[in-house]
């Protein structure tokens, strides 16, 4: 009976397979005269109608903290075993009607794939002597057949009246399914004035998910059409809603750009992003931003994911006439001198906005900003940064590194394109 019941959960074996690799599994220390002692039933014994020791999810939550933690001594089989059951547990408890058998059982699906479970690349230490920080071990991908289980677990546990597997059910459907994501957000909405698991919300909740929505297809209907810019935002949304599914998008952005953009290549750019994503929502947390996976960071996506606004216009610019001179870029790639010199001059008045208003504060204000710039695969601008100047205003610095970031650049031939661009601004 156990075998069969043990079928029922395939998608687990990737997860268990983490499991019985990972650094966080080790006891040193334990006595191994623990093991095993006073655990609960198997899952093809459990109550799955049951909160008490015999229930399936109590024995799911028992199965799983041997598999993460298991008793020095224990076998990796017996930890796959543990992790299978589990699974199992969690599934009969969600079946059975329990929701937090649902949400348990999405979190052991998505466990492998978070920052938490991969301390190797997550983590705060520095590489160990002769390791190279720029090539990570590989980062595992969670499969199409794991985000079908989570999704059947989530909706579940949506139907059951969790408002919490409802908005994660619709963050898992972002950049997919639009439809589904408006169809679980509105379940969300309609369950938040509930008891189960309430969420403090700002604003109305139907407008503001709409907008998440429409948002990340933007992004997606963008990143298929080969922006790269926007699979970096689409990739910032998932990171904050639906961590899992970023690393995908992450791939897809690294392949237009180029890989060269990264010492560590394909696999380093996902990295490395996700480090910073990680930091970013660390950061926001600290703040007192909410952050949990169970409620979406409206504002704070919103705003992340937004493309910077661009100077203000000339008419509301007043103040001094000045001059703009653009100098002879310096190029490291295959883009021509001439290209990068007339595509930075039609920035000029975005330049003098920049300047304009900080001359008026000072009358004396004039110096060079020198702009250096990462042009990809794709023309877009990569990076955008201060690379040598001498104009002592770093608001208007970061203006002008800002409208060289938003602008387009000829595709380099099959390769990545370093540029140094010198702009002088100096009153008339």
């Not at 459990?46 to 999810?57: I, K, M, Q, T, V």
């Not at 929502?281 to 504002?299: C, F």
Request: with cysteine; proline share 8%; aromatic share 4%.
């Amino acid at each position: 009976m156990k075998a069969a019941v043990l079928r029922r959960a395939p998608p687990v074996l990737l997860a268990a397979a983490w499991l019985t690799g990972s650094a966080l599994i080790g006891c040193n220390g334990c006595d191994p005269q623990d093991a095993g002692s006073g655990g609960p039933s198997v899952p093809s014994e459990c109550d799955p109608h049951s909160r008490d020791e015999r229930g399936c999810l109590t024995v799911g939550m028992w199965r799983r903290e041997e598999a993460e933690h298991p008793l020095q001594g224990s076998r990796p089989k017996d930890r796959l075993h543990a992790a299978s059951e589990a699974a199992v547990a969690f599934s009969r408890a969600c079946d059975a009607g329990l929701a937090d058998g649902c949400l348990e059982g999405a979190d052991l699906l998505e466990a492998p794939y978070l920052p938490a479970a991969r301390n190797d690349l997550f983590g705060d230490a520095a590489p160990a002597r002769g390791e190279d920080a720029g090539a990570p071990p590989p980062l595992a991908r969670i499969s199409s057949a794991e985000l079908t289980a989570r999704d059947r677990l989530l909706d579940a546990g949506c139907t059951l009246g969790a408002n919490v597997a409802c908005h994660r059910l619709g963050s898992a459907r972002l950049g997919l399914d639009p439809a589904g994501a408006t169809s679980a957000f509105e379940r969300a909405c309609a369950l938040d004035g509930h008891a189960w698991r309430p969420l403090a919300l700002d604003g109305d909740c139907r407008a503001v998910r709409a907008e998440v929505v429409a948002r990340s297809e933007a992004h997606r209907a963008a990143c298929t059409a080969k922006d790269p810019d926007a699979c970096g935002r689409l990739a910032l949304m998932l990171a904050h809603l639906d961590l899992v599914r970023a690393p995908p998008v992450l791939a897809e952005e690294v392949a237009i750009r180029g890989e060269e953009l990264h010492p560590g290549g394909a696999e380093g750019f996902v990295v490395e992003r996700l480090r910073r994503y990680r930091a970013d929502k660390l950061e926001l947390r600290a703040a007192g931003t909410p952050g949990d996976r169970g409620r979406l960071d409206e504002g704070t996506v919103a705003e992340r994911t937004a493309i910077p606004a661009p100077p203000a216009p000339r008419s509301a610019a007043r103040g001094k006439p000045v001059v703009v001179r653009i100098g002879l870029p310096s190029v490291h790639g295959p883009l021509r001198i001439d290209d990068v010199r007339r595509i930075a001059g039609e920035q000029r008045a975005a330049f003098e906005d920049c300047y304009r208003p900080a001359l008026a504060a000072d009358p004396e204000l004039m110096g060079r900003v020198g702009i250096r710039v990462v042009v990809d695969r794709s023309g877009h601008v990569y990076q955008a940064s201060n690379g040598g100047s001498d104009l002592p205003n770093g608001e208007v610095i970061a203006c002008m590194v800002g409208v060289i970031g938003r602008t387009r650049f000829p595709a380099p031939d099959g390769a990545v394109a370093t540029l140094i661009v010198p702009v002088m601004v100096l009153p008339r």
